[in-house]
């Protein structure tokens, strides 16, 4: 989850695919997990959630898998839309308080 | 709209000078953080507050400082601005100190000339 400072990598998907946004966390000791999403202009909108006892967790159209043994976290949107188009990133909280570290993020661009 | 207000929405300024920023949290929360989105560093942590008290410190240097107040606003002031301050400072809010969601405000965007 260490910031990668410019870099941005982009996925481009068609509309009505299923997308996959991959993150890898840096922090053993993370308890919890969070996916944002943010458009131009606005904060970082949450999305959702998860904490390490879990390993997968369903919203609506989005789902989030933690893989603790790999540090890795996925999100999963199905039949993306063009209102997805964003960057989203991940955050992890493994600190004391409740201080985020966040990703370098991914922009998602929808094609119609 | 996640509930958090944030003024100004656009501040521009020079270097040397001192601005604040300001934050209301969602209502119910408690907890008050501020972040720094830049090109260059991404989204980091400043600092957090919980029910008026400074809770964790991220990278926050000397020349900034924060506080929340009774009615649970906060500000973040920045003094002796430099080029490099420029970016967007978010508030967030949560109702927890602690392994809570934290809820993001529109942001206030800094361009120190």
């Known amino acids: 989850g260490e910031n990668v400072g410019l870099h941005l990598p982009t996925l481009s998907v068609q509309e009505g695919d299923n997308s996959i946004i991959n993150c890898a966390y840096s922090?053993?000791?993370?308890?919890?997990f969070i996916w944002y999403k943010q458009e131009s202009g606005k904060g970082p909108q949450f999305i959702i959630d998860?904490?390490?006892?879990?390993d997968k967790r369903q919203g609506q159209r989005v789902t989030v898998l933690l893989n603790k043994t790999v540090k890795h976290l996925s999100l999963q949107i199905a039949a993306t839309q063009p209102g997805d188009s964003a960057v989203y990133f991940c955050?992890?909280?493994?600190?004391?308080?409740?201080?985020?570290?966040f990703g370098g993020g991914t922009r998602v661009l929808v094609k119609p | 709209d996640s509930g958090v207000t944030q003024t100004p929405k656009h501040l521009i300024t020079a270097t040397g000078q001192r601005v604040t920023l300001r934050c209301s949290p969602r209502s119910g929360d408690l907890s008050v953080y501020w972040y720094q989105q830049s090109l260059d560093q991404g989204l980091q942590f400043l600092i957090q507050y919980y029910n008026g008290e400074e809770r964790a410190k991220g990278n926050i240097l000397e020349r900034f400082s924060a506080q929340q107040f009774p009615d649970l606003h906060s500000e973040l002031n920045l003094s002796s601005l430099e080029l490099g301050d420029s970016a967007l400072y978010f508030c967030?809010?949560?109702?927890?100190?602690?392994?809570?969601?934290?809820?993001f405000g529109p942001g206030t965007r800094l361009t120190v000339l």
């Open positions: 922090n053993s000791a993370s308890d919890y």
């Open positions: 955050a992890e909280n493994g600190a004391a308080g409740n201080k985020l570290t």
């Open positions: 998860i904490r390490s006892n879990m």
């Open positions: 967030a809010s949560s109702r927890l100190a602690y392994t809570d969601t934290q809820y």
